[in-house]
């Protein structure tokens, strides 16, 4: 018996012993983490993301073109002045404004379209799911299609032309002129609402119905739920729905240069396509490079304040 008290107390813990403090009670719980699991992804990563990173940037730095290809290992080294020329000397500024202005538009007009559908089809009515599919077919078609089937019908003698010769009206050229941009953002809108809508079909299916019940009950009308029931539910769904139209768009290349062709049209020469010019059509590798790697700083700006808005990164909070 004795024996027995005298391990217990052994075991026990001395509440008169100093506690270590916080950040070293943290090191030593992530001390045993498996770590070394994450290996396989970082190296993945880092064949996928980074290493191209920095070939691109290596790249920006050179003066690369159709001469020094072959040999680019010893093409001169420039600094930054491919940087310098992209933003003095070439059609950079230009594009920057065409490719924000855009995504702004592209973004602020599929935005209410899609959750004005999304709430239309929350509801169970007779051919519910006929309606949701076909609401669908913009978005899953592929790029090209899409660019495609509308460059057809908006040749000079296409159908829209025809449709409007119908009632008197003479379309003229929209693929070439003062309707190109206008054309590239109906394009963009009529392919890409389907995405904002089905993330806010995603949100709506989060209500739950005692949340419906308890608006009932109270006798709320349509306007304060949907005030303030539903679209708290949809401010999650729809900020992802921003921050991906907006950078989609910025890097739209297909739908611009299979829609409009080349050369494009000064007044849809967004990003992607200035540097896909520069690059295939005008052998300045190295300018080419800089461009990107200036595009992806621009895309990196609201991906960063959406990942500071949600903060996604929620690992270091529990921790705390």
Excluded: C
């Amino acid at each position: 018996m004795t024996r027995i008290l005298e391990t217990t107390k052994r075991r026990a813990p001395n509440p008169a012993a100093p506690t270590p403090p916080v950040g070293r009670r943290r090191r030593l719980s992530t001390r045993g983490r498996p770590l070394w699991m994450l290996l396989p992804g970082g190296v993945l990563m880092a064949l996928v993301i980074l290493i191209p990173l920095l070939i691109g940037i290596v790249l920006s730095l050179l003066n690369l073109n159709a001469y020094t290809l072959r040999s680019w290992f010893s093409a001169p080294f420039v600094g930054v002045q491919n940087y310098a020329e992209a933003l003095t000397g070439s059609g950079l500024l230009s594009s920057i404004g065409i490719s924000v202005s855009f995504a702004l538009i592209v973004t602020a007009v599929t935005l209410p379209i899609g959750v004005v559908a999304a709430l239309a089809t929350q509801n169970v009515f007779r051919g519910r799911a006929v309606v949701r599919s076909v609401f669908l077919i913009p978005y899953v078609l592929p790029a090209f299609v899409v660019a495609s089937v509308w460059r057809t019908i908006l040749q000079p003698d296409g159908i829209a032309n025809h449709a409007l010769g119908v009632f008197g009206l003479d379309g003229g050229l929209w693929l070439n002129g003062p309707h190109s941009f206008g054309v590239l953002v109906f394009v963009a809108i009529w392919s890409s609402w389907p995405f904002v809508y089905l993330l806010s079909l995603a949100g709506l299916q989060a209500v739950e119905n005692e949340v419906h019940e308890a608006a009932a009950i109270d006798g709320a009308l349509w306007w304060a739920k949907l005030r303030y029931v539903i679209l708290p539910y949809l401010k999650g769904p729809v900020s992802l729905a921003v921050i991906i139209s907006i950078l989609h768009s910025i890097n739209n290349f297909t739908l611009p240069f299979v829609l409009f062709g080349v050369p494009t049209p000064n007044s849809v020469q967004v990003l992607p396509v200035l540097t896909y010019i520069e690059s295939f059509q005008s052998f300045r590798f190295g300018l080419s490079a800089a461009m990107a790697i200036v595009s992806l700083v621009i895309v990196a700006i609201p991906l960063f304040i959406y990942l500071r808005a949600v903060r996604l990164d929620t690992g270091e909070e529990a921790g705390r």
